[in-house]
C-alpha cells in the first residue's frame, strides 16, 4: 500500500467534509508534515494537539473575521 493510501479512511458526508472517529491518543496525519492528536476528551469538549510547520497558519474558526 502506498503512503497516503487507507482501505478504511473515513466516510465523506453529503456536502464533502470527511468525518474520521479517533479514541484518545490516535492522531490525523494531514499531508506529510500535519499531525493533529487527540489528547483529552472531557465531557463535550476535546483537547486537540497539532503539530505543523512553522509556516503554516493554525486558527480557531470563531477568531477568524
Not at 482501505?7 to 493533529?36: H, M, Q, T, Y
Not at 465531557?43 to 474558526?61: M, Q, Y
Request: net charge positive; glycine share 12%.
Amino acid at each position: 500500500m502506498a503512503r497516503g493510501e487507507c482501505p478504511a479512511a473515513g466516510s465523506a458526508s453529503k456536502d464533502g467534509v470527511l468525518i474520521l472517529a479517533r479514541k484518545r491518543g490516535e492522531r490525523i496525519l494531514i499531508g506529510g508534515d500535519i499531525v493533529v492528536t487527540l489528547l483529552r476528551i472531557v465531557g463535550n469538549r476535546v483537547k486537540v494537539g497539532i503539530t505543523a510547520p512553522s509556516e503554516v497558519v493554525i486558527l480557531r474558526d470563531e477568531l477568524v473575521v
